[in-house]
């Protein structure tokens, strides 16, 4: 399952130019972003890049943190990160 979220408001989906096809939370909070470990950038209130690879059981199998838009991690990166923990099971 993949989740996302946004301190953008839903007025925003036009500009991405894509089609969500999963569910993403809008208008997160610091407080929302804090509760799944996300870094909050004080400066410009905003939560900054976090990615999660979350296993079954609830744990947390891979966590990725940007400080700006570059080194976000490619959904297709993810699935073969995904795959290969998966493999190992």
Known sequence: MILAGSVDGEDKYPELGVDMSYPLAVDMTREQGEAV????DEGRKIIQPSEFIIRQDGSVASSTYSSGPIGRVEPKDA???ITLYASRE
């Not at 470990?37 to 909050?40: K, L, V």
């Open 37 to 40: 470990g996300a870094w909050w």
């Open 79 to 81: 699935v073969k990160l």
